[in-house]
Structures are given as structure tokens and as C-alpha cells.
């Protein structure tokens, strides 16, 4: 067992934005060559404006599923946290 601190399972909160983001540019990569738009000005378009708003929604619930699985394992046994240094 380690002295880190327990963290839930899954990607944490900055991961999970940043995958975001990674996914967003990379879809606005595609529909900027198809439509010959910078990826900038398909990134700043009401479709990817929406889907980056909805997606921080979808991350809220992942994330709360994450630390509702992590509690469940830390309940039946699986997984054990670390011992406090109090």
C-alpha cells in the first residue's frame, strides 16, 4: 500500500476535459477539410458550441458514476484504501 492519497477510479475531472478537448479538435479537424473552414471557425460553430456544453454534462455523470463504482469496490472488499497518517 502506498501513502498517496485515494483517488476514484476512471480518468479524474482535468483528464476527462482534456480528453474533451482533444476529441472536439479532432472532429473539428474532419469537418474543417470537408468544409473548408478553419478548424477554429468549426470549433466556434453552434454545433461544437453544443457538443462541448452537453459533453461537460456527460462528464458530471461519468464522473459521478466513477466515484459511485469506487465506492461500491471499497464496500464489497475489492479495492482498499490506504491507511491515514493521522
Known amino acids: 500500500m502506498t501513502d ?4 476514484m477510479l476512471g ?4 483528464e476527462l476535459y482534456g480528453y474533451l478537448k482533444d ?3 479532432e472532429e473539428a479537424g474532419e469537418a474543417a477539410s470537408a468544409s473548408g473552414k478553419s478548424v477554429e471557425q468549426e470549433l466556434d ?18 464522473l459521478a458514476n466513477n466515484a459511485f463504482i469506487t465506492r461500491q469496490l471499497l464496500d464489497l472488499g475489492i479495492l482498499s484504501a490506504p491507511m491515514s497518517n493521522d
Open 45 to 62: 460553430s453552434p454545433g461544437f458550441a453544443s457538443a462541448e456544453a452537453s459533453s461537460t454534462y456527460a462528464i458530471k455523470l461519468v
Open 11 to 14: 480518468m479524474n475531472e482535468e
Open 23 to 25: 476529441l472536439l479538435h
Open 4 to 7: 498517496e492519497p485515494f483517488e
